[in-house]
């Protein structure tokens, strides 16, 4: 089995996994395990990929939940879901509504073990809570030319046994710009934040942006994710870690396939 699943956590922590790009797995100490943006495709030619083998037999991690943030195939992955439920038969998925059409379309997860979040909505994970916030805004932001994104985007806060992590997903290039997106993850007060990996390209935050949304939403870790997977597009954290000022928040790398229990 994988070794998350003997873990034992302490009360007033949790363990989080994380696999590669932006899949995790977060276990608490009442023992529910949440799986978010499951991504474990089988096929993996090595032009696209940066390892041949994926990081995860389902079959060895029974999962409670699994947590989408959105409808691209590297958050929301039919295959990945359906190993799941099949060692899982109980999971529930919790995931905006286009994540969860695609979910009822492509797997065998019926309607009765799912559910559709949208932002500014919570959801009972067990013994842990979710919190549903934008990622990027439904009408983009006009005024920096960047259109709305093609699938609602949501991130994650997540809450149990008196920490709160906060998950992106993939947030708009100028997150850390629009107070409602920010403060919408600052009511919540996240201990430790994952956040995506981009120097200068792409839509996502850069590295200063990354910086700034951490600052602003006052996280006192942020943890590079969105790598480590893709042969293009693959950034050196330790490049990201570097742009955070000594005062915090402080940067904390977990390396691929492997797990923090937090705070340690």
Same mark, same amino acid.
């Given at each position: 089995?994988?070794?998350?699943?003997?873990?034992?956590?302490?009360?007033?922590?949790?363990?989080?996994?994380?696999?590669?790009?932006?899949?995790?797995?977060?276990?608490?100490?009442?023992?529910?395990?949440?799986?978010?943006?499951?991504?474990?495709?089988?096929?993996?030619?090595?032009?696209?990929?940066?390892?041949?083998?994926?990081?995860?037999?389902?079959?060895?991690?029974?999962?409670?939940?699994?947590?989408?943030?959105?409808?691209?195939?590297?958050?929301?992955?039919?295959?990945?879901?359906?190993?799941?439920?099949?060692?899982?038969?109980?999971?529930?998925?919790?995931?905006?509504?286009?994540?969860?059409?695609?979910?009822?379309?492509?797997?065998?997860?019926?309607?009765?073990?799912?559910?559709?979040?949208?932002?500014?909505?919570?959801?009972?994970?067990?013994?842990?809570?979710?919190?549903?916030?934008?990622?990027?805004?439904?009408?983009?932001?006009?005024?920096? +030319?960047?259109?709305?994104? +093609?699938?609602?985007?949501?991130?994650?806060?997540?809450?149990?046994?008196?920490?709160?992590?906060?998950?992106?997903?993939?947030?708009?290039?100028?997150?850390?710009?629009?107070?409602?997106?920010?403060?919408?993850?600052?009511?919540?007060?996240?201990?430790?934040?994952?956040?995506?990996?981009?120097?200068?390209?792409?839509?996502?935050?850069?590295?200063?942006?990354?910086?700034?949304?951490?600052?602003?939403?006052?996280?006192?870790?942020?943890?590079?994710?969105?790598?480590?997977?893709?042969?293009?597009?693959?950034?050196?954290?330790?490049?990201?870690?570097?742009?955070?000022?000594?005062?915090?928040?402080?940067?904390?790398?977990?390396?691929?396939?492997?797990?923090?229990?937090?705070?340690?």
């Amino acid at each position: 089995m994988h070794p998350l699943v003997d873990l034992e956590v302490p009360a007033g922590a949790v363990a989080v996994h994380w696999f590669e790009q932006s899949t995790f797995a977060v276990k608490d100490s009442h023992g529910t395990i949440v799986q978010i943006d499951p991504y474990y495709p089988h096929d993996r030619p090595a032009d696209r990929f940066i390892h041949t083998d994926p990081p995860l037999d389902e079959s060895q991690l029974p999962t409670d939940y699994v947590l989408l943030t959105h409808n691209h195939g590297d958050h929301t992955w039919p295959e990945s879901i359906d190993r799941i439920h099949q060692t899982s038969p109980g999971v529930r998925c919790v995931g905006p509504e286009e994540s969860i059409a695609q979910v009822l379309s492509d797997t065998a997860v019926d309607a009765d073990h799912t559910t559709t979040i949208r932002a500014g909505e919570s959801s009972s994970l067990g013994s842990l809570t979710v919190n549903a916030v934008y990622a990027k805004p439904p009408n983009g932001h006009p005024d920096a +030319d960047i259109a709305p994104p +093609d699938v609602t985007h949501l991130g994650y806060v997540l809450k149990t046994d008196g920490v709160t992590l906060y998950f992106s997903g993939d947030p708009i290039n100028t997150f850390a710009d629009h107070d409602e997106l920010v403060n919408a993850v600052a009511e919540h007060n996240p201990d430790i934040g994952f956040l995506t990996n981009h120097p200068t390209e792409g839509e996502f935050p850069f590295y200063d942006g990354c910086v700034k949304m951490a600052q602003r939403i006052g996280l006192k870790h942020a943890v590079p994710a969105h790598r480590s997977c893709f042969v293009t597009r693959d950034y050196d954290p330790n490049e990201w870690a570097a742009q955070f000022p000594a005062g915090g928040p402080e940067p904390l790398i977990i390396p691929r396939n492997s797990h923090i229990i937090y705070p340690s």
